[in-house]
């Protein structure tokens, strides 16, 4: 499961129409902050002018001054806090490319001091493999990210459509996911 910040939710809803499930998943996740807030501070962020500023206040100091994020499912609803754990590399095949992808959390030794200026805490990077003899390394990147990659992503198969946008530009692009052992089992996702 794919995991999001307030600040995304927030994004993702702008410009949307009345009704529309990115909106219903923002006011979910505010009304949820509201209740922690009240439950924690009992204060109640609705009677403030800006509520907006203060949920972002309250998430500033509250959290994000430990290093953590409090993460939303893309309904809304505040997810458990995961404990820290590496993510293991992914293999991909996308047919339209005719290229394998390996997808693999960064270890922080490419975070540049800009980056971490910026704000960026990890990144998940990908190299795109040919299918010639050999197979020859034709491109890659790197997927900076605000949040540690733990707590966006159970697994990297979670992060897959966010890879095939930022390699191809079509996070729904089709692939068929290359099982390393047993723990992937359970996922079988070609789209």
């Not at 409090?70 to 993510?87: H, Y």
């Not at 910026?118 to 003899?133: A, K, P, R, S």
Request: proline fraction near 4%; hydrophobic fraction near 35%; glycine fraction near 6%.
């Amino acid at each position: 499961m794919k995991r999001y910040t307030w600040d995304e939710l927030y994004e993702m809803a702008d410009d949307k129409p009345c009704g529309s499930a990115e909106l219903k998943a923002k006011d979910e996740a505010r009304h949820q902050i509201r209740c922690r807030v009240m439950d924690s501070a009992m204060h109640d962020i609705e009677d403030d002018e800006c509520p907006e500023d203060s949920i972002d206040y309250w998430l500033k100091f509250g959290y994000e001054q430990s290093g953590r994020h409090l993460m939303f499912d893309d309904a809304g609803n505040i997810q458990p806090m995961p404990e820290e754990k590496a993510l293991h590399d992914i293999f991909i095949y996308v047919p339209a490319a005719n290229q394998i992808v390996r997808i693999a959390e960064g270890t922080g030794d490419n975070l540049l001091h800009e980056d971490e200026e910026l704000g960026y805490v990890d990144y998940l990077y990908y190299e795109q493999y040919g299918m010639e003899q050999d197979f020859p390394e034709e491109d890659g990147g790197m997927m900076l990210m605000k949040v540690r990659a733990f707590e966006r992503y159970d697994t990297l198969y979670d992060a897959i459509e966010d890879i095939l946008d930022m390699a191809y530009g079509n996070s729904k692009a089709q692939f068929i996911a290359l099982m390393p052992d047993e723990r992937f089992k359970k996922i079988e996702k070609i789209q």
